[in-house]
């Protein structure tokens, strides 16, 4: 069982920025990575950022170059930090993790991020 805790989210008006954490506990050995998805209403739920365990990061066409993952995935936290927010970054976003041999994936609750102003 992984658990996953999330931070962060709220609104925030265009052009600003917000910092997202999840930190994962539960009884496993370790994680192969951790990873950021959203949701926006009639959307389906897309990549926004990705971290393994060597620290190799991969982000989304939408976010590249506005959007920071960071953290350590050994460690079990990880971070996003969102610069220059649009209204269409809009959605509740969502952290991943997957368990190291077993490939177990699990899900945080997510948390809402609003861009309005």
């Known amino acids: 069982q992984v658990h996953l805790a999330e931070s962060g989210g709220g609104l925030v008006q265009p052009g600003g920025s917000l910092r997202l954490s999840c930190t994962a506990s539960?009884?496993?050995?370790?994680?192969?990575?951790m990873a950021w998805y959203r949701q926006a209403p009639g959307n389906e739920r897309e990549l926004v950022a990705h971290?393994?365990?060597?620290?190799?990061?991969t982000y989304g066409a939408a976010v590249k170059g506005r959007f920071t993952i960071s953290g350590d995935v050994p460690q079990k936290s990880v971070s996003l930090q969102m610069n220059r927010l649009q209204p269409d970054d809009t959605a509740v976003y969502y952290c991943q993790s997957v368990v190291e041999g077993t490939g177990f994936t699990s899900w945080g609750q997510g948390t809402q991020v609003t861009v309005s102003s």
């Open positions: 971290m393994t365990r060597a620290g190799s990061t």
């Open positions: 539960g009884r496993f050995l370790a994680l192969t990575a």
